[in-house]
C-alpha cells in the first residue's frame, strides 16, 4: 500500500463495494420501514374499529338499561338499592326530569334538561335515545344518555343518564401503552384519550384519515406517531353526529424490527467491506509486488545496471512479463555495450591515425558476449597480396591487443568471402595455421566471421570455443555489427593514408610536394646541425617553360614536368630528397655533404641532364634550368631561410643567362632586402601620389620646333629626392605595381596636355611607354579613352610607345590592339627600336607609325663605324616604309649633323634639353618658336 496506485485501487475497491451494500442498505430499509408503517396502520385501523364496536355496544347496553328503567318507571316502580348500586358502574348520574319539571335526581347529582332539538325530541318520541355530549366540569365533556319514560303521555318525562367514562371507554390501566386510543366528536372534541399526556391535533389527523390522505402522521412532543382510526355512526340510534376514534403508535414503536434489521445490516456491510478490503489488499499485492519488482528492475536500466533480474516465479502474465524483460535487459544489456564499444571505435577512427586501439576494442567486447576462450581478428593487407596482421587476446585478458605479422595464402582465404554468414572449423583443420600458438591451446573448435569492405574481404573474426558452446543468433549480429566497424576501420585508415600521400605528394610527379618537403627539409637541417655536418639545398626553376605551355598545350607542359622529374632523380642519390614545390620549381636536398665539389657535380649533372631535349606531343622541346644553391648552416639554419636565399640565388642564375647554377652570396640577400624595401616605398608612394611627370623636348630637324614630348616618369623620394626611372621600374615591373603607375602616367599626361591648352599653349604630342603587363592585363584601350574623354584631349596629342619584345611573346594581341589604337587616332612607336628581336616581316605588318632608334646607336656613331651604320640602315628602312624616325641620346653637334645628313625626321636628346617640369618645359617651347620665327 506505499503507492498511489496501490491506495487508488484499493479505494476503488472499497469504493466499489460500499456504494451499492449503502444503496441496497437504504432501499431496504426504506422498503422495510414503509411496510412495517403500513402494517402498524392497517393494525391500528382495527385497534381503533375494535375499540368504536366495543364503545357502541356499551352505550346500547346503556341504552337497553335506561330503557328498563323508563319502563319501570312507568309502570310506578322506582329503582332499588340494589338496581342503584348495579347502574353506578354504567351511570355516573341519572336523574328524572322534562322540559319546565324539577329534576329529580335518582343517582349522584341531579342533572337538568339537556339542549335538544325538535329533531331529537321527535326522536325521542319513537321511543329511542338520544345522546348528547356536554362541556364538563373538566377538560373532558360528558356524555348524557336522554330517554323519554313514557313517549305517549303528554308530561313527556325523561331519564337523562351521564355515562361513567370508566364503563364507557374502559379503564386507563386496561390500554396498551404503546397504543393510544382517542374518541372524538364530529366538531374534533376529544370525548377521551387513552393517554392523556398525548396532545394531538385530533380534528386536524381526523379530516386527512377522512380524506383519504397517505399523510396519516403526526407528532407529539416531537415524537412522530402513526395513526389509524374508525368512524363510529351514532344517529341512526341515537340520533347525534359520528365519533371518530383514533388509534396512535409512535413510530419508534412500529419501526423496532426496523432497528434490529439496521444493526444487523450494518454488522453485514461492515464485515463485507471488510472482506473486500482484505481481497483487495490481496489482490493488490499480488498485482503491485510484481510491478514494484518491474518499476526497480526499470530503473536499474535506467542506470545501465543490466545485471539485475526481477525475480518474479508465478506462471501468470506477471511471470511472463517478468522474463520478458529480463531477456529484454539482457538484449539491452548487449546492445548498449556493443553500441559503447562501436562508439570508442569510432572515436578512435575519427581521432587516430593508427587504428590498433580498434582491434583491441572490439576484441575485449567479444569476450565479453561470448564464451570464446580465444578472440582474434586476423587484417589482410591491402597494398600486399599474401601479408596480414593478427590481432588476438588471450584468455581472460582484457588490456591491449597484441599483433603479430603473418603470411597467408591469398587463394584460401578468399575462400573466405563466400561465406559471409561465418562457419566453424575443426581445431586440427589447415586453416587454423594463421592462428597464433595461444589459440590452439584454449579450444578445439573455431568460428570464423569474414569482415567484408565495400564487397572485398578485408579481415575476419576468429574465435575459440569449446565443442558444445554455440553462438546465439543476437550475439551473432553483435559480432557482425563489431566485423563491419572492424571494416570501416580499414577503410578509413587507408582512405586517411591516401589523403595523407595524396595532401603530401605532387599528383603529377608523384614527388613530395612543399609541405613534407618542409618537413623533410626542417628534420635533416635539425640531424646536420646536430651531428656537425653540412646539407645543400638546390632550388630549380625551369626557362622558357611557360612557351612550351601556351605553345603545346598544358597536356604536353605535364609530360615535360614529369620527365624533369624523372631525370631530376637519376641525377642523385637514393638518400637525398626532391620535391615538386609547384608550377616548374622543384628543389633537391643533399644531405650530409663532404663539399662543395659534390655539391657542384650534382648541380652540373641537373643542369646537363635538363638541357637535353625533351620529346612531348611527337615534338621535341628544349627548355633549362636555373639554380639557386644554398648552404646549411653558412647560409641559414631554418628551412625558411634557406629555401628564400636558394629562391634568391635561383633568380641571379636566371639573371645571368638561365641554364646555369648560382651559389647564394650575402650580397644577393642584401639586394633582395632593398627590393622589398623598395617595394614597400612603392606602393605607399602611389597612395600619397608621389609620381609626378617631365618632359623631355622631341625638335624636328627641319623647322628646330618643339614637335613632340617624351613624357618620363619621376619619383619625388620625401627622403631621397627625385629618383630616375632605372631605380625603381624594374621592381615595379616585377611586383605588378607598373600596371597601376601606367595607368596614372596616362592620365596625368592628358591632364597636363590638357592643362597648357588651356593656358593657351600649343602644346605638342605627348608620347607615353606602356610596358608589356599593361598589354597582358587588357584594358589597355578603355585606360586611353576614358583619360582622353575626361580631359577633353584629342587623341592625335597622345603617343604610345612599346618595345619590340612585346611583339614577340604576344604578337597577335598586341597587333590587334596596337591597330585599334591607331583608327583612334593615337600615335603608335616603337622604342628602343634595333636592340630587340627585329624582324622586317614585323615591321611590314606592324601598325606602328614611328621607330625611335635606341641612344646607343646614337652614342657611339660617331666613333663606331657599325653603330653608324645601324642608325643609318634604320633611318632609310623607316622612310622605305613611311614611318617617322626618332633619335634619342642626341647629345653633341657632330651627331646631329650626321642625323641631319640622313634626313632624321626628329631628335631628342641633352643636346636640346634635359626633361624638364611642366613649367619649364611650356618656357622652353616658346622659346623654341621665338627662335624659330
Not at 33 to 53: E, F, G, H, N, P
Not at 78 to 90: D, F, K, M, N, W
Request: proline share 4%.
Amino acid at each position: 500500500m506505499r503507492g498511489k496506485v496501490a491506495r487508488r485501487i484499493f479505494a476503488l475497491f472499497v469504493l466499489s463495494a460500499f456504494l451499492p451494500a449503502l444503496a441496497l442498505a437504504v432501499l431496504a430499509l426504506s422498503q422495510a420501514r414503509s411496510v412495517l408503517i403500513d402494517q402498524s396502520r392497517l393494525q391500528l385501523t382495527k385497534d381503533s374499529q375494535t375499540y368504536a364496536l366495543n364503545t357502541y355496544e356499551r352505550l346500547l347496553l346503556a341504552q337497553e338499561t335506561l330503557q328498563r328503567i323508563a319502563l319501570n318507571l312507568r309502570d310506578g316502580q322506582l329503582p332499588g338499592r340494589q338496581v342503584i348500586q348495579t347502574l353506578e358502574r354504567l351511570y355516573s348520574g341519572l336523574t328524572l326530569t322534562g322540559p319546565g319539571a324539577q329534576p329529580v335526581p335518582l343517582l349522584g347529582t341531579a342533572l337538568s334538561w339537556p339542549q335538544v332539538g325538535d329533531a331529537a325530541r321527535a326522536h325521542l318520541a319513537t321511543g329511542e335515545a338520544v345522546l348528547v355530549v356536554e362541556p364538563g366540569p373538566g377538560a373532558t365533556p360528558r356524555v348524557l344518555l336522554v330517554q323519554m319514560v313514557d313517549a305517549s303521555r303528554s308530561d313527556r318525562f325523561a331519564l337523562v343518564a351521564e355515562l361513567n367514562p370508566t364503563q364507557l371507554w374502559g379503564a386507563l390501566d386496561s390500554f396498551s401503552s404503546t397504543v393510544g386510543l382517542c374518541a372524538l366528536t364530529q366538531s374534533g372534541a376529544k370525548l377521551f384519550c387513552s393517554q392523556p399526556d398525548r396532545r394531538v391535533d385530533s380534528a386536524g389527523l381526523a379530516g386527512k384519515i377522512a380524506d383519504g390522505s397517505h399523510d396519516q402522521t403526526t407528532a407529539i412532543r416531537s415524537e412522530a406517531m402513526i395513526a389509524g382510526q374508525w368512524q363510529l355512526f351514532l344517529k341512526p340510534k341515537f340520533f347525534t353526529s359520528y365519533w371518530t376514534v383514533i388509534a396512535l403508535e409512535p413510530t419508534s414503536v412500529a419501526l423496532a424490527p426496523v432497528d434490529a434489521f439496521t444493526r444487523v445490516l450494518v454488522g453485514v456491510i461492515v464485515l463485507a467491506l471488510l472482506l473486500v478490503a482484505l481481497l483487495s489488499v490481496s489482490q493488490i499485492r499480488r498485482t503491485m509486488g510484481p510491478l514494484e519488482k518491474l518499476i526497480a528492475g526499470t530503473r536499474c536500466l535506467a542506470i545501465e545496471d543490466f545485471s539485475h533480474r526481477v525475480a518474479i516465479t508465478s506462471s501468470d502474465e506477471f511471470g511472463e512479463l517478468a522474463s520478458s524483460f529480463n531477456d529484454m535487459a539482457s538484449r539491452l544489456g548487449r546492445q548498449l555495450g556493443t553500441l559503447k564499444a562501436l562508439s570508442s571505435i569510432d572515436q578512435v577512427i575519427l581521432s587516430k591515425l593508427d587504428i590498433d586501439p580498434v582491434f583491441g576494442l572490439a576484441l575485449a567486447r567479444i569476450q565479453e558476449l561470448t564464451p570464446a576462450g580465444f578472440a582474434g581478428i586476423i587484417a589482410l593487407e591491402a597494398a600486399t597480396a599474401g601479408e596480414a596482421r593478427i590481432y588476438w587476446l588471450g584468455g581472460g585478458q582484457r588490456g591491449g591487443a597484441e599483433m603479430s605479422r603473418i603470411r597467408v595464402v591469398p587463394e584460401e582465404v578468399r575462400k573466405f568471402a563466400d561465406r559471409p554468414e561465418g562457419f566453424y572449423l575443426d581445431g586440427k583443420d589447415d586453416l587454423t595455421r594463421y592462428l597464433p600458438p595461444a589459440a590452439g591451446q584454449v579450444r578445439q573448435r573455431f568460428f570464423l566471421l569474414p569482415i567484408m569492405d565495400r564487397g572485398s574481404l578485408c579481415a575476419f573474426t576468429c574465435l575459440g570455443l569449446a565443442e558444445h558452446e554455440v553462438l546465439a543468433d543476437d550475439v551473432l549480429v553483435h559480432l557482425r555489427e563489431l566485423g563491419d566497424r572492424v571494416g570501416v576501420a580499414l577503410s578509413a585508415a587507408a582512405r586517411d593514408e591516401q589523403l595523407i600521400y595524396q595532401a603530401r605528394h605532387d599528383d603529377l610527379t608523384g614527388l613530395p610536394n612543399r609541405v613534407l618537403f618542409k618537413e623533410r627539409l626542417s628534420r635533416e637541417i635539425a640531424f646536420a646541425l646536430r651531428e656537425g655536418h653540412s646539407l645543400a639545398l638546390l632550388f630549380i626553376d625551369l626557362d622558357r617553360f611557360k612557351r612550351v605551355n601556351d605553345s603545346l598545350g598544358h597536356t604536353a607542359g605535364d609530360e615535360l614536368l614529369e620527365q624533369t622529374a624523372q631525370r631530376i632523380r637519376r641525377c642523385i642519390r637514393e638518400s637525398d630528397i626532391v620535391a615538386r614545390l609547384g608550377g616548374d620549381e622543384f628543389a633537391i636536398v643533399l644531405p650530409s655533404i663532404s663539399g662543395i665539389r659534390s655539391v657542384t657535380t650534382v648541380a652540373e649533372h641537373v643542369v646537363r641532364s635538363l638541357s637535353d631535349p625533351f620529346l612531348v606531343g611527337n615534338q621535341e622541346s628544349y627548355v633549362s634550368a636555373s639554380i639557386g644553391i644554398a648552404i646549411c648552416p653558412v647560409d641559414g639554419r631554418d628551412s625558411e631561410e634557406l629555401l628564400r636565399k636558394a629562391d634568391t640565388a635561383m633568380y641571379r642564375a636566371k639573371d645571368a643567362g638561365r641554364g646555369r647554377f648560382v651559389y647564394f652570396e650575402e650580397r644577393m640577400n642584401a639586394e633582395a632586402v632593398e627590393k622589398m624595401a623598395l617595394e614597400r616605398e612603392l606602393r605607399q608612394a602611389l597612395l600619397r601620389n608621389e609620381f609626378v611627370l617631365h618632359f623631355q623636348p622631341q625638335v624636328d630637324l627641319r623647322t628646330l620646333r618643339v614637335s613632340g614630348a617624351e613624357a618620363l616618369l619621376r619619383w619625388n623620394h620625401p627622403t631621397r629626392g627625385l629618383l630616375s626611372p632605372g631605380l625603381f621600374i624594374g621592381v615595379a615591373e616585377e611586383t605588378g605595381l607598373i600596371e597601376e603607375i601606367g595607368r596614372r602616367v596616362i592620365v596625368d599626361a592628358c591632364l597636363q596636355h590638357a592643362a597648357w591648352r588651356a593656358t593657351g599653349i600649343e602644346a605638342p604630342r605627348i608620347s607615353v611607354n606602356v610596358s608589356g603587363r599593361q598589354f597582358r592585363r587588357g584594358d589597355l584601350l578603355q585606360v586611353i579613352e576614358s583619360a582622353l574623354r575626361a580631359t577633353a584631349t584629342p587623341p592625335s596629342a597622345l603617343e604610345i610607345e612599346v618595345t619590340e619584345s612585346l611583339f614577340m611573346d604576344e604578337s597577335a594581341h598586341a597587333v590587334a590592339t596596337l591597330d585599334r589604337l591607331r583608327k583612334m587616332g593615337v600615335a603608335v612607336a616603337i622604342d628602343d627600336f634595333g636592340t630587340g628581336y627585329s624582324s622586317m616581316s614585323y615591321l611590314k605588318r606592324l601598325p606602328v607609325d614611328i621607330l625611335k632608334i635606341d641612344k646607343s646607336f646614337i652614342t657611339d656613331m660617331t666613333e663606331d663605324l657599325d653603330a653608324r651604320v645601324i642608325a643609318e640602315a634604320i633611318i632609310n628602312l623607316a622612310h622605305t616604309l613611311r614611318k617617322s624616325v626618332v633619335a634619342e641620346g642626341v647629345e653633341t653637334e657632330e651627331q646631329l649633323n650626321l642625323l641631319r645628313t640622313w634626313q632624321c625626321d626628329t631628335v631628342q636628346g641633352y643636346y636640346f634639353s634635359l626633361p624638364l617640369p611642366p613649367e619649364q618645359f611650356a618656357e622652353f617651347v616658346q622659346q623654341r618658336e621665338s627662335a624659330a620665327v
